[in-house]
């Protein structure tokens, strides 16, 4: 087999890896209509009425203000009843600004602990800076962490 042919054959071979999935995904039958928009369970409701907030970075730093860790978190804040969520939603890149901004300027770890979040002083802090840049003081008024990871610094 020529070079030529070994790399026309890789290029075919690749193109085909591409779009096996495609394909599998096409021949599935389509997902049975709902009968309704309504969101069926607890958790639905709550996501419905919520802003996500992904990809935020907390950096963790000691007593003396040397930084010690990052955390990695996503998170999700629920609106309160009544209010319009896709207002708060189309604010999400200024809150999620202001939340790091915060987190740079107190360390939202557990007490003596830089590889773990401190979830009830991070709510309190984020939500209280959230609802000042949404411009309302109970827009916002829960926050759930739907994931934390830890990266420690050698």
Not at 117 to 132: D, G, H, I, R, W
Request: hydrophobic share 40%; charged share 25%.
């Amino acid at each position: 087999m020529t070079d030529r042919t070994r790399r026309r054959f890789m290029r075919f071979a690749a193109l085909g890896a591409m779009l096996a999935p495609i394909a599998a995904s096409a021949s599935a039958s389509p997902p049975a209509p709902k009968e309704h928009d309504e969101p069926t369970s607890a958790d639905d409701r709550e996501v419905a009425r919520s802003v996500e907030l992904a990809g935020l970075v907390f950096p963790v730093f000691d007593e003396r203000r040397q930084l010690q860790n990052y955390l990695f978190v996503n998170a999700r804040m629920l609106v309160a009843t009544g209010k319009d969520p896709w207002k708060y939603r189309e604010k999400s890149h200024f809150i999620r600004d202001a939340l790091v901004r915060a987190a740079h300027r107190q360390s939202l770890n557990a007490s003596g602990d830089y590889t773990t979040l401190n979830e009830e002083l991070a709510a309190a802090t984020c939500l209280e800076v959230a609802n000042e840049v949404v411009g309302e003081p109970d827009a916002l008024v829960s926050m759930t962490f739907t994931q934390i990871a830890s990266q420690s610094r050698d």
